[in-house]
């Protein structure tokens, strides 16, 4: 057993200062020299800092009283809890971190379950003591009785000052289990993580059960049954440094050579070729739950598009992408993210780091429908649901939500859950000043905005988290968008039968507003269940064929009238309205 190393992970909510405490561990340690220190120092992605959250977790080994710690900094935002489960397989410890000014939060709960699954130890920490808003006492008392555990083993730190620290490094040498290792075994090792180089290709982030790995040794991927040779093998500290040798108990990075996109997976086992047993068990493959689709507004930039989306895919596993056409926005893919952040996140990245102008359609989830000659499918493009007389059954997936919110705004809340087709399983009190609503919601309805509605009717102080649960039958209809009496798929979307008049009228004003007229008049209109639920007139340009006429027969000004008469009452039966690119794009934004 290796007993100077610790492998620990910080787990939290979104904005409860786990990237400040990294911070200050890694000054604390002499990891980071004081004069390279910068504020959120592991978080790499120019994106990360500009928003102040962690996208990716991150490793980096530190130094503390001849002790090696292993830290790996973990996302917060629900949308990447996909990362946190990978992060605590690979360390046997974890410091649960709330923030002294907010108290225990709905994400907190769900990061503690997970770290108890993974059968970790638990160091509970208060952050932001300094303060001036700091409730610590009232917070030690919530973890304590969450946790179950004595308020004195409640550890107190200021990221931001740095009191504290020492101590809670000097506790997770105490507190956190030295990692199990077996020295005489073959080497094995977990992948919790990889990157892309275009120079040195895969470099994947490993956690070494068993055995040692050096530069040149020959070694395999388990699962992908892939033999190559290591390039370089080295640790973090936080920038990757190479090292003589990767032992059992480390975390550290091996860089593979591999340049082909698909063998290296998350969850697979690098061991060496000697090794003969089963690999190690691996991660389950987050399944994306939000598609939306992606095209380039110009199509001249089609390949840029495909190799970008490429390029993420190799540091991104969560995220998926196929190819399609679209008659309107010509070639573009279909992508599958794990919530609204993660679309986000992608797009935003695809702007910045490839300078791609994008067309995003609006995100929708998937559908299973069975329909009435007993053929099932399953749908997730709007224009592909099939027509409402055809089906029999449409199922849909469903999150079971924890809210954690003062109890003066309960009111507002349930008013929210009622109209978002929420259904409250239980309602507790947590702590002596907060209640915890447990409930199921459709995740259709999850996506309309509800995390922002909530926000607004709590003033802020609610938070929210949330699992996908399963299936269950959902009452939904598709809405098609005519214009000049012709469908347009783009426009196409899948909503709920309670509010579909008031989706048909809001989908046709904005439009009318945004549509530029035509020589002829036509109609814009919302159709659902067979009938026209809504519709707006959009008046032809007044243009006066007689009127450049000066003089002469009144006849030959009233001939030229009849005709240009009869010219608009072809194109109005003819006609077609040429839709601009601009406002497909502002159609497809749901805020704008």
């Known amino acids: 057993m290796n007993t100077n190393i610790r492998n620990f992970s910080i787990i939290a909510h979104i904005d409860h200062g786990k990237s400040t405490l990294a911070d200050r561990m890694l000054e604390i340690t002499g990891t980071i020299e004081k004069r390279k220190m910068q504020d959120q120092v592991l978080d790499s992605m120019e994106l990360e800092r500009e928003r102040g959250i962690t996208i990716k977790l991150q490793p980096v080994r530190m130094n503390w009283k001849g002790n090696m710690l292993h830290l790996i900094d973990t996302p917060g935002h629900i949308d990447f809890s996909y990362e946190v489960s990978r992060a605590l397989r690979a360390v046997e410890g974890s410091i649960l971190l709330v923030d002294s000014t907010q108290g225990v939060q709905a994400q907190t709960l769900t990061t503690l379950n ?193 190799q970008a989306l490429g390029r993420l895919k190799l540091s991104d596993s969560a995220f998926t992408f196929e190819e399609e056409a679209s008659g309107t926005l010509g070639k573009g893919y279909r992508c599958g993210f794990l919530g609204m952040l993660h679309l986000e996140i992608v797009t935003e990245r695809l702007r910045r780091e490839y300078n791609l102008e994008l067309v995003v359609t609006m995100p929708t989830i998937i559908y299973s429908v069975e329909k009435k000659d007993g053929k099932k499918a399953t749908v997730y493009s709007p224009a592909l649901f099939p027509d409402d007389h055809d089906v029999k059954v449409v199922n849909e997936p469903i999150v079971t939500m924890k809210i954690i919110t003062p109890p003066e705004y309960i009111g507002g809340l349930m008013k929210s859950i009622y109209e978002h087709e929420g259904e409250v399983l239980s309602t507790d009190n947590f702590g002596d000043t907060r209640t915890i609503v447990t409930l199921h919601m459709p995740l259709r309805e999850l996506m309309r905005n509800f995390f922002d509605e909530v926000k607004s009717v709590s003033s802020g102080y609610a938070s929210i988290s949330y699992d996908i649960t399963g299936n269950r039958e959902a009452d939904v209809v598709r809405m098609d968008i005519l214009v000049a009496d012709e469908a347009v798929p783009a426009f196409a979307r899948v909503v709920s039968r309670r509010r579909i008049a008031e989706e048909a009228e809001d989908a046709v004003l904005r439009l009318y507003k945004l549509l530029p007229r035509e020589l002829f008049t036509f109609k814009i209109q919302a159709k659902a269940h067979g009938r026209i639920l809504a519709s707006r007139t959009l008046s032809g340009m007044k243009k006066d064929a007689a009127g450049t006429l000066s003089g002469g027969d009144i006849t030959r000004k009233m001939k030229l009238r009849e005709k240009q008469k009869e010219g608009r009452k072809r194109l109005k039966e003819h006609g077609k309205v040429t839709i601009p690119q601009d406002v497909f794009v502002k159609m497809m934004r749901s805020g704008d």
């Open 114 to 306: 997970m770290a108890r699954d993974a059968g970790l130890v638990i160091v509970p920490v208060v952050s932001k003591i300094d303060s001036p808003l700091a409730m610590v006492e009232e917070t030690v008392k919530e973890i304590s009785q969450l946790l179950d555990c004595p308020e004195d083993e409640v550890i107190r730190v200021s990221g931001k000052t740095g009191e504290g620290v020492e101590y809670l490094l000097d506790e997770i040498i105490k507190r956190i289990t030295p990692p199990k290792t077996e020295q005489n075994r073959e080497f094995r090792s977990l992948i919790f993580d990889f990157q892309y180089s275009n120079h040195v290709g895969v470099i994947v982030y490993v956690r070494v059960m068993s055995g040692q790995a050096k530069k040149h040794d020959k070694l395999k991927f388990k699962i992908a049954d892939q033999i190559f040779e290591a390039i370089d093998v080295g640790i973090f500290t936080p920038a990757e440094t190479p090292a003589p040798a990767l032992s059992s108990g480390e975390i550290g990075y091996i860089i593979t050579g591999i340049k082909e996109p698909g063998i290296a997976s998350v969850g697979d086992t690098v061991s060496s070729i000697k090794d003969t047993e089963e690999p190690l068990p691996g991660y389950q493959s987050p399944k994306p739950v939000v598609w939306a689709s992606i095209y380039p507004e110009s199509q001249d930039d089609l390949p840029l598009l495909r």
